[in-house]
């Protein structure tokens, strides 16, 4: 029996990572992953317990790695120990999706098509997307708190947040580069685009 190796299970995560983005699910086969990789099919069931398994890693790996890398961004401190203000914390998280993103394309692709098989790790999902939303909606209410920000809903424009950049990544022009999209991001969240008050929002 194979004893897992670290530097086997990523390349296989490398390789069905660009098939899937490249393909609809339902066309990858375990089989095609592995011919690409170079390695037995037998290899793959080693890591992972069958497709949809492997699927369901590729995307929950790259969101938490998300996850901890705005962590660690929203809670960064300046040179006397104090946290940063709230709108350069927003600003960096901004910077830290936008980067992710340019850094993982395909993860945006393969998240379209996650509902197919949203019935795996439903609970590790849910938990994860609680904390990206809490790590965002926590920053704001500091910055209300401090009168920094003024926001009604953090938990809404947490949402809103990492909407804007996945369907900016799925939708937007194709010729934007990393800095125009994130000063984007942060122009609407900052400022938005109207200037001046059209009416009270209902």
């Not at 945006?108 to 795996?120: A, D, H, P, Q, T």
Request: charged share 30%; with cysteine; aromatic share 8%.
């Amino acid at each position: 029996m194979q004893r897992p190796d670290e530097k086997k299970r990523q390349l296989i995560v490398a390789t069905a990572a660009k098939m899937f983005a490249a393909r609809p699910f339902h066309k990858v086969r375990l089989d095609d992953i592995a011919a690409e990789a170079h390695l037995g099919k037998g290899t793959l069931y080693v890591y992972f317990d069958n497709k949809e398994d492997l699927y369901i890693s590729l995307i929950y790996d790259g969101f938490e790695r998300l996850v901890e890398n705005l962590r660690r961004e929203l809670s960064a401190t300046a040179a006397d120990g104090s946290l940063l203000p709230a709108a350069e914390a927003l600003r960096r998280a901004v910077d830290a999706l936008v980067g992710f993103a340019f850094a993982h394309p395909h993860l945006f692709e393969m998240m379209r098509n996650v509902g197919e098989i949203k019935r795996l790790h439903a609970g590790e999902w849910k938990a994860k997307r609680q904390e990206f939303m809490e790590l965002i909606a926590n920053t704001i209410r500091r910055g209300v708190e401090n009168g920094e920000l003024t926001d009604q809903n953090p938990e809404m424009t947490a949402a809103c947040l990492g909407g804007m950049v996945r369907s900016i990544m799925l939708f937007g022009p194709r010729d934007l580069g990393e800095r125009e999209v994130a000063a984007q991001v942060y122009r609407l969240i900052g400022h938005g685009i109207i200037k001046r008050p059209c009416g009270k929002p209902q």
